[in-house]
């Protein structure tokens, strides 16, 4: 595969701006690991809250507040989970943006090489995979769900 690399740099600078692409290349999967994880733990730790509730209800009547927050508590752990693949989502735009930035530095010929610049260009033409889309509804869908749950638990038991 044939492909141009910047040979007005000096060979120590190529040398750091590929080490530095595959630091982000590992970052870039640490995060998608933690992101994956989250999901899976938030729909694991907000379910088993919702099974405990919908078969221990008779145990809260009569607790006053305490009761009345109990039912949101999934909806304010999922807003926590949606927090952090928020601010890990921003992380990982940020080290595209930079790896972007690198392949520009290199000289990469981004017509065949450069993953996030030709990402990048697929993305404004709409031709790519919007995983973030796929994630941002899989979150508000979960916040939404939990705090209707909440809501309608808290309805049907007349608490306000």
Same mark, same amino acid.
């Given at each position: 595969?044939?492909? !141009?690399?910047? +040979?007005?740099?000096?060979?120590? %600078?190529?040398?750091?701006? /590929?080490?530095?692409?595959? *630091?982000r290349r590992h970052e870039l999967e640490g995060? &998608?690991?933690?992101?994956? !994880?989250? *999901? ?5 730790? %907000? =379910?088993?809250? $919702?099974? $405990?509730?919908? %078969?221990?209800?008779? +145990?809260?009547?009569?607790? &006053?507040?305490?009761? +009345? ?9 999922? =807003?926590?989970?949606?927090?952090? $693949?928020?601010?890990?989502? @921003? ?7 930079? %790896? @972007? ?5 290199? &000289?990469?010929?981004?017509? +065949?090489? =450069? $993953?996030? /610049?030709?990402?990048?260009? !697929? @993305? ?7 995983? =973030? /889309? ?9 916040l939404l769900v939990n705090a209707l749950l ?11």
């Open positions: 595969m044939e492909h !141009r690399t910047n +040979k007005s740099l000096p060979e120590l %600078t190529l040398d750091f701006l /590929t080490e530095e692409q595959k *630091q995060f &998608g690991s933690r992101m994956e !994880r989250d *999901q899976r733990n938030a729909l694991l730790i %907000t =379910g088993a809250i $919702w099974s $405990w509730l919908a %078969t221990n209800l008779e +145990k809260l009547p009569h607790q &006053g507040l305490f009761e +009345k927050f109990v039912v949101f508590i999934p909806a304010l752990i999922m =807003g926590f989970f949606f927090y952090r $693949w928020w601010a890990m989502n @921003r992380a990982v735009s940020q080290i595209a943006e930079y %790896t @972007r930035m690198l392949e520009r530095k290199a &000289g990469v010929d981004l017509e +065949k090489l =450069g $993953w996030e /610049t030709w990402l990048h260009e !697929r @993305r404004k033409l709409k031709q790519a995979v919007q995983l =973030g /889309t796929t994630a941002w509804i899989f979150w508000i869908s979960l909440a809501f309608l638990l808290d309805r049907s038991r007349a608490w306000f």
